[in-house]
């Protein structure tokens, strides 16, 4: 789709890019693979854009996992990746808490990675409601009443602490439809029941994630494309960050859906699945 006023018609809304570009940003969970199987096509088309010597970073709003066991599970697929390939919360919350609370004490609510990523950083990692300064709100399929009332002790009527959250996200969809409650489930709790508003969230389409991809790239925001399956985080933050974008219809968005997009979401293209994602011919190779 181009970024015309007006959608074009449904039946001109599926179709794949016209060019290829230098840089290439796939989320990943319904955009490379889904749970743990790729999905058709994806490795051989990220081997084309690497061997016409296309640069490809993956982005991704899941807390559960640190960038080595991201490079681990794509190289395990057939994808070979490295640490430097890979931006998540994990990356972008360690190096905020790093810049603006170093000498704070933080209290995470989520997973180990997280966690441990915080902990191996230097951070001050306290469950102390009277040394809480960042209570940090993520995906954590352990979360508790106790860290509840933690966060709350911290929290509630106090201006000593501030509520941030990994990413914004409702759920996380699974293979077969379903999907997990994700972060916003546990930063709403928190919001709800201590009476205050999360101030900064460090992932998709935030502008803290933005400038981190952007310093990883350094690249032109001309010669990029984010590809990824969700209209409120992957194609938000192309918009964001002044990028190109790729609607794949393999994850959470339905054609359906991106026919129904209006012009202040809708992507610069939109195709069934990451196989499309190439011209047919490369206009710059031949």
Known sequence: MTTSPTLPPAA?????????????????????????????????????????????????????KDPQMYADKLTGMGIPAAVPDIVNPVVTMRDWLLQHHAGDGIFPIGEPPLVSALAAAGLHLTDDPREIRVVVASFDRTFTYAKLQTAFDALWRTDRAILVTTNPDRYCPMPGGRGQPDAAGIVAAIEATAEVT?????????????????????????????????????????????????????????????????????????????????????????
Request: proline share 6%; with cysteine; hydrophobic share 40%.
């Open 12 to 64: 001109d809304l599926l179709r794949r890019p016209d060019r290829r570009y230098g840089n290439y940003i796939f989320d990943l969970d319904g955009t490379v693979y889904l749970g743990d199987e790729l999905l058709p096509q994806a490795r051989q088309i990220i081997e084309q854009i690497r061997a016409a010597g296309g640069r490809t970073v993956f982005l991704s709003n899941n807390p559960t």
């Open 198 to 286: 999360c101030l900064v969230n460090t992932g998709k389409p935030g502008q803290i994630m933005v400038q981190a991809l952007l310093r990883r790239l350094d690249a032109d925001v001309r010669d990029c494309l984010m590809v990824g399956d969700r209209v409120s985080t992957d194609i938000a933050m192309a918009r964001v960050a002044g990028m190109d974008s790729a609607l794949v219809l393999s994850g959470d968005t339905t054609s359906a859906a991106a026919q129904a997009l209006g012009p202040q979401d809708a992507p610069t293209w939109v195709v069934p699945g990451i196989a499309e994602l190439l011209p047919a011919t490369d206009p710059r190779h031949g």
